[in-house]
């Protein structure tokens, strides 16, 4: 994975004011996947959103690491039943 399309750990806390250690605990609570080059830990640009929408959960509503896994995974749940209704809607189409 190239450089480029990694982010400083620590550019993302202090672009959105908050503190390294919350980082950490994503990472160690497996909701956030870090990259070690040259002992710097980096975001891949692939959770980018991710984090950013873990981040304003966490500010903004003041939810802990985990009500955070809670809701990231209801989320993710409900995305796989999504695309799983949307095959089955097009299966129905085809023998209509």
Known sequence: MATEELIKAT???TYHEIDYSFILLLEESGL???QLVEEEKFISHS???QLEQMTRLHQ????NI??????V???QRMQEMREEMESMKNKLHFYE
């Not at 903004?60 to 939810?63: A, P, S, T």
């Not at 985990?66 to 809701?71: F, L, P, T």
């Open 11 to 13: 550019v993302f806390c």
């Open 32 to 34: 956030l996947d870090l």
């Open 47 to 49: 959770q980018l959103q």
């Open 60 to 63: 903004d509503l003041e939810i």
């Open 66 to 71: 985990a009500g955070i896994d809670a809701i």
């Open 73 to 75: 995974n209801l989320l």
